[in-house]
């Protein structure tokens, strides 16, 4: 077990492994998902009796509720938020919707429906969506995957967590001295499902009582979480087809909930994203006390490191440094330099390739191949 205090932190890398989009992938099915729900949109309006919270948002105070019109509203929305985002194509999604105020509530709504589908895709298959979507992208039409089957790759790194997180338990009392917490700037919950469903799966530990261990302070979203991990297994997600009234109804009826998930979500940066001090105050107290840090697929934001402090874990006078292990898939020189500033003070202490300096290791792997390869777990 994590028997002294462990702490993982999060990027969007570890979550890609479970099927999410990061960076312009998400920018792109941001683009996907709002053309379908305008194309829903001019559907719904056809029949004038089908409102989303966000159509019904789209009244002006006062006015009488015509849904045509609001639909129509929200129709322009959805177009107004592909259109601008098609002319930029912008590296993420944070920073354009900051700069574009009015297409902010539409930009959450869909980046909240994109993490629910992503989400229900997993449970569906158990398989990561981007390893096939890596093969679909290539510009080589012999490389774009036919025949290949996702679920033969390596994803599942969260195996590697429960291992330990469990090794030597007898009871779920045991269970509960593990002292690891999760910080995770990531909006889904795929952590927190992966650890609870594998935890199901062991009879000494009562379903029941997991709970506790689920919610007990241990998983710390920085920015929010879209809905939790148990939301995500009866949510449907998925479009409907024809114009049956039942399907169109429950469709209009899986947009609000996603309407309603993501008003949990930080995604304007910088004016958003320190508006819940509490749980910043959380993550920089639980790396303080840590005496382990793994970081995952994480690319070293120079604002969201300040953020949770992790720029105290370099060297000084007063406090003994944390072992801290960390990926940089592909050896990126941009994330070297960030960490090794970070926690060396100076810009280019890291060298390339996996190495060892000082209080941090860094594996040129993925998040799996680096829990499976070369990162240790303190006993």
């Not at 993420?92 to 900051?98: H, Q």
């Not at 940066?269 to 910043?280: S, Y």
């Not at 720029?311 to 994330?335: C, E, G, H």
Request: neutral net charge; aromatic residues 10%; hydrophobic residues 35%.
């Amino acid at each position: 077990m994590f028997s002294r205090p462990t702490v993982f932190v999060l990027g969007a890398g570890a979550s890609w492994h479970y099927g999410y989009p990061t960076g312009e992938r998400l920018v792109q099915d941001v683009i996907a998902e709002a053309k379908s729900l305008s194309r829903h949109y001019e559907k719904w309006n056809r029949y004038g009796q089908y409102l989303t919270a966000h159509a019904q948002s789209k009244a002006e105070r006062g006015s009488p509720t015509n849904p045509m019109a609001l639909n129509a509203a929200a129709k322009k929305d959805c177009d107004e938020l592909v259109g601008r985002l098609q002319a930029l194509n912008p590296l993420v999604i944070d920073y354009f919707l900051a700069q574009n105020p009015s297409l902010q509530d539409i930009g959450r709504l869909v980046i909240s429906l994109v993490i629910l589908k992503a989400e229900a895709e997993w449970l569906r298959t158990r398989a990561n969506i981007n390893r096939r979507r890596q093969f679909q992208d290539s510009p080589f039409s012999e490389e774009r995957g036919r025949g290949v089957d996702i679920r033969k790759f390596k994803d599942d790194w969260c195996r590697f967590v429960l291992y330990n997180m469990t090794s030597g338990c007898r009871s779920l009392s045991d269970l509960m001295k593990n002292q690891v917490r999760f910080v995770t700037f990531n909006y889904d919950t795929s952590l927190e499902r992966r650890l609870h469903d594998g935890l199901r799966a062991i009879e000494i530990f009562c379903d029941g009582q997991l709970q506790d261990f689920i919610t007990a302070d241990r998983f710390i979203h920085v920015y929010g979480q879209v809905g939790t991990h148990e939301e995500a297994a009866i949510t449907p997600v998925h479009s409907p087809e024809g114009d049956d009234p039942s399907t169109l109804a429950n469709f209009v009826g899986m947009v609000d909930f996603a309407w309603n998930a993501a008003k949990r979500i930080r995604t304007i940066d910088p004016e958003e994203k320190e508006i819940d001090q509490d749980v910043l105050r959380k993550a920089r107290a639980a790396l303080d006390n840590s005496a382990f840090v793994y970081i995952l697929g994480y690319g070293f934001d120079p604002n969201n490191s300040a953020r949770i402090g992790l720029q105290t874990l370099r060297p000084n006078t007063d406090k003994a440094l944390p072992q801290i292990y960390f990926t940089n898939f592909q050896d990126s020189n941009r994330v070297n330099e960030r960490a090794s500033l970070l926690f060396h003070r100076v810009p280019a202490l890291l060298p390339r390739g996996t190495s060892r300096v000082s209080h941090t290791e860094k594996s040129i792997r993925d998040a799996y191949q680096a829990l499976e390869l070369d990162f240790e777990f303190p006993s």
